[in-house]
C-alpha cells in the first residue's frame, strides 16, 4: 500500500481514472469511448492517463500488476517448507472468487465481446505465466527444470483461466490442482541409491 502522501495521491488519481473508465465503457460500450472521453470525465490530462495505463485495454485491466505480484508472492512468500503447489492452489481460489463475483459479470462479458480485450488479456496471462515460472525458478527449495517451471505455471494460470469459465469454479480449481499436483511430483529429481539427486 502507498504510505506517503504523494504515492497516495498517485494512487488515488489511478484508481479514479480506472473507475471511470469501466463506468463509461459499461455504459456505452468499449468500442464507443475513447482515451479522450476518459480523461475529461475524469477531469485529468491525457498525458496523466497514459502516465498511470500504456493503453487503452490496459485501463480494464487495472488490477494486472496486483494480481501477477500475489502470484509471485505465493511462491516467494510461503513459509518454511511449505509446499508450493497448495500456496499456487489458494492464490489461484483467491483470484477466482474475485473474478466470479456478480459484479465482475458485465466486465466479463465485455471482455468476451472484444478481440482486442481477449488479446490483451491472453498476452496478460502469457506475461503472468513467465513471471511466475522465473518466482518458481528462482526458489531455493524446489531444484526444477526450468521447462518444469515453465510449464507448471503455464498450468496454473490455465487453471485460473479454466475455472473462472466453469459453472463451479471452486470445484474446477480443485480438479485442476490434483493435475499440476501430479504433474509437479513427475518433475521431482529422481535420487540415487546414495540419497544423491540423479543428474
Given amino acids: 500500500m502507498p504510505t506517503g502522501r504523494r504515492e497516495r495521491k498517485k494512487a488515488a488519481t489511478r484508481q479514479k481514472i480506472a473507475d471511470t473508465a469501466l463506468r463509461l465503457f459499461l455504459e456505452h460500450g468499449y468500442d464507443a469511448v475513447g482515451i479522450r472521453d476518459v480523461a475529461a470525465e475524469a477531469d485529468v490530462a491525457v ?19 496486483d494480481f501477477e505480484q500475489r502470484l509471485t508472492r505465493a511462491v516467494t512468500d510461503r513459509a518454511p517448507h511449505e509446499p508450493l503447489v497448495p500456496a499456487l492452489r489458494r492464490e489461484v481460489q483467491a ?74 469454479p471452486k470445484a474446477a480449481v480443485d480438479e485442476i490442482f490434483r493435475m499440476i499436483e501430479a504433474a509437479w511430483e513427475v518433475t521431482c529429481p529422481s535420487v540415487d541409491s546414495t540419497g544423491t539427486a540423479a543428474p
Avoid at 498525458?47 to 500488476?65: C, G, I, M, P, Y
Fill in 47 to 65: 498525458t496523466t492517463l497514459f502516465s498511470h495505463f500504456a493503453s487503452k485495454e490496459a485501463l480494464v485491466f487495472e488490477q494486472d500488476e
Fill in 95 to 168: 483470484l477466482v472468487r474475485h473474478c466470479t463475483a456478480d459484479s465482475a459479470a458485465p466486465v466479463w462479458r465485455m471482455i468476451d465481446a472484444s478481440p482486442a480485450l481477449r488479446k490483451y488479456e491472453e498476452s496478460m496471462r502469457l506475461r503472468h505465466a513467465e513471471s511466475l515460472a522465473a518466482a518458481i525458478a528462482a526458489a531455493p527449495d524446489l531444484s526444477r527444470p526450468t521447462t518444469a517451471c515453465r510449464a507448471i505455471a503455464r498450468f496454473v494460470i490455465d487453471a485460473y483461466s479454466l475455472a473462472r469459465e466453469a459453472a463451479d
